[in-house]
């Protein structure tokens, strides 16, 4: 059966879809519904999937909104990230004005590497354990930044600030 078939089977769920579809590894086929439901967009790279990841990928999001109903927060940073700490999990909002509609919730444990960015430029990075995530992420960021600042030139004023976090995750 070539592209243009109508009579393609989704390899995630077994119902039929017509053109409206997306391919996966080993020329399978996804449907828009589970394309969906598992939280993926444009800039997903689908292709490299096969329908078990896609599966995997749709009973997480799954997961994720039964922990969200009982993610009590404790400390957050405006509307960018929240924290709970007694269950050590956090999540960055993905709605408008820090809303949460449907948002990845991950452990402390998913931490990997930390990197403090101003202005493109490292100015601390390491690996981040357990204990020392919750501190790092949030009441112990002022003694990286202050501690990063004394050892090198001050500027007047700094236009980017960013976190980069990596995860243990695809």
């Known amino acids: 059966m070539g592209f243009f078939s109508l009579k393609q089977v989704c390899s995630v769920c077994g119902c039929e879809c017509g053109l409206n579809r997306f391919q996966i590894k080993d020329k399978e086929w996804c449907c828009p519904r589970c394309f969906k439901e598992a939280g993926f967009n444009a800039s997903t790279l689908i292709r490299t999937m096969s329908a078990e990841d896609i599966r995997n990928a749709i009973d997480r999001k799954k997961m994720d909104v039964e922990k969200l109903s ?101």
Do not use: H
């Open 70 to 170: 009982s993610f009590i927060i404790t400390k957050e940073v405006g509307s960018y990230l929240k924290v709970d700490e007694r269950k050590k999990q956090w999540y960055v909002p993905d709605g408008l004005f820090g809303k949460a509609k449907k948002p990845r919730i991950y452990s402390y444990d998913d931490v990997i590497d930390y990197e403090l960015l101003e202005d493109g430029g490292s100015i601390i990075k390491g690996g981040l354990g357990r204990a020392v995530v919750g501190g790092a992420l949030l009441g112990g960021i002022g003694a990286i930044v202050g501690g990063a600042t004394g050892t090198r030139k001050s500027k007047q004023t700094c236009t980017s600030l960013k976190v980069k976090i990596t995860l243990n995750d695809m």
